[in-house]
């Protein structure tokens, strides 16, 4: 099958894990780099073609605002969000935003997620069946990211249903950003913008010791942040945090359903759990693809790719490639070093990485030590593989301790 032919499906249906991973290996084989017509981007399936990509903001670019259409609400939410801005803008925000969200404050929220956890967990005391997202993966992210920036506790129902709309599924699955999608995110970036801008007015009136006030606070050089750059930053954080810390949650069920081994490990053993959380990110990869677009002419493997075009950087492809990783399909907890771009590469790194290890430990941590088994029932529901691996619906069986 060409690149083209997959293009066509890639563009038109949807993609299990399974199917996408055998086209990966087919592909860095016979078309490491390869233009797909149908879709009208390149696709890049190599490890240090993927680190390259990511490494070079200056020629593949994060910016894709020449792609949307101006919309008032959109751009106002796009200000603020650094994962869609190159250099020197990029840096500016990182910058500031790193000031106020640093490893510190995520370590002091340990506390929180785990009472967090425990209410949702609570909440299922003694049933024998539960259905993992709705119950814990997907309102434990969403939970902690509203209390990490203030968000009074009545207020975290609106909060979450943003955060799905945001994230849903056929929001994934087109590469290329468009004009309905645009205009479908717009009405509910609309009502977010409106609330997060009361919410920072109210924060710049009386400071607390939430997120959202030490972004208001942060300076430096005598920059700072503007509202419509914090509303923007907001809602990455919904964006970014949410939607692939629940599919790593259920990425660590479904691998140790597939390795049951590795949950007899893990319960004799709790200390290997931050390796075997690194290797299920390798394994089954939550963000698929890394999107970027050229700034010019540029050699990538045997391929010049011209300028302006729409760079696919697989990293799902990345993590399976034999030339950098010895047996790359064998899912190995102790496997070190293990260099996964499962959280990105170079500038734009994963600056959510440390909350989304710890609320995915302590979840584990809590499952584990509550059930004494667990097994995925009927009805598991996966997102289209093109865009996010994970299930977006996963009933367990539960057996307690
Ligand atoms: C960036 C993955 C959780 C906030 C990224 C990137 C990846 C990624 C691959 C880089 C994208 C690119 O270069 O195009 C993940 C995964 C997560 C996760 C797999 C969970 C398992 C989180 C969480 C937060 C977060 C919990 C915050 C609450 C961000 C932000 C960026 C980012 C702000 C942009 C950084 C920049 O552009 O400088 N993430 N992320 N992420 N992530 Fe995460």
Same mark, same amino acid.
């Given at each position: 099958m060409t690149a083209t032919e997959q293009g066509t499906r890639l563009a038109d249906q949807s993609a299990d894990a399974a199917t996408m991973l055998a086209w990966f290996r087919r592909m860095r084989e016979s078309e490491p780099v390869s233009h797909d017509e149908e879709a009208g981007v390149w696709h890049v399936f190599r490890h240090a073609d993927v680190e390259r990509v990511l490494a070079d903001p200056g020629t593949?670019?994060? /910016?894709?605002s020449s792609f949307m259409p101006a919309q008032e609400d959109v751009d106002r939410f796009i200000k603020g969000n650094l994962l869609r801005k190159d250099p020197p803008q990029h840096r500016k925000l990182r910058t500031l935003v790193s000031k106020a969200f640093t490893p510190a404050v995520v370590a002091r929220l340990a506390p929180r997620i785990e009472v967090i956890a425990d209410q949702l967990l609570d909440a299922k005391?003694?049933? /024998? =069946?539960?259905e993992l997202v709705a119950d814990l993966a997907s309102p434990l992210p969403v939970t902690v990211i509203a209390e990490l920036l203030g968000i009074p506790a009545e207020d975290r129902p609106m909060f979450g249903r943003w955060a799905d709309s945001l994230v849903a599924?056929?929001? =994934?699955?087109?590469f290329i950003p468009n004009e309905d999608r645009t205009k479908a995110m717009a009405v509910v970036m609309r009502e977010m913008n409106a609330y997060c801008l009361e919410h920072i007015r109210r924060r710049r009136a009386a400071p607390g010791q939430d997120l959202v006030s030490k972004l208001v606070a942060a300076e430096v050089d005598g920059q700072r942040l503007d509202d419509d750059e914090i509303v923007g930053f907001v809602g990455l954080l919904l964006l970014a945090g949410h939607i692939t810390t629940t599919a790593l949650l259920t990425n660590v069920v479904l691998c140790l359903e597939e390795f049951p081994d590795v949950a007899a490990a893990l319960r004799a053993d709790p200390s290997a759990l931050p390796g075997a959380i690194e290797e299920v990110l390798r394994f089954?990869?939550? #963000?698929a693809p890394s999107m970027r677009r050229t700034t010019r002419e540029v050699q990538v493997g045997e391929h010049t790719v011209p300028a302006g075009r729409i760079v696919l950087a697989w990293l799902a492809s990345a993590n399976r490639d034999e030339r950098q990783f010895t047996a790359p399909d064998t899912f190995d907890i102790?496997?070190?070093?293990n260099p996964h771009l499962s959280l990105g !590469?170079?500038? !734009?790194?994963? #600056?959510g990485a440390p909350l989304a290890r710890l609320e995915v430990r302590i979840a584990v941590e809590k499952m584990l030590g509550r059930w004494s088994g667990m097994a995925v029932a009927d009805g598991v529901e996966y997102h289209d593989a093109r865009g996010i691996v994970g299930a977006k619906k996963l009933p367990l069986h539960l057996r307690w301790a």
């Open positions: 593949f670019s994060s /910016d894709f005391a003694g049933a /024998d =069946q539960l599924p056929e929001s =994934q699955t087109s089954r990869t939550p #963000l102790r496997r070190a070093p !590469h170079g500038i !734009h790194f994963c #600056l």
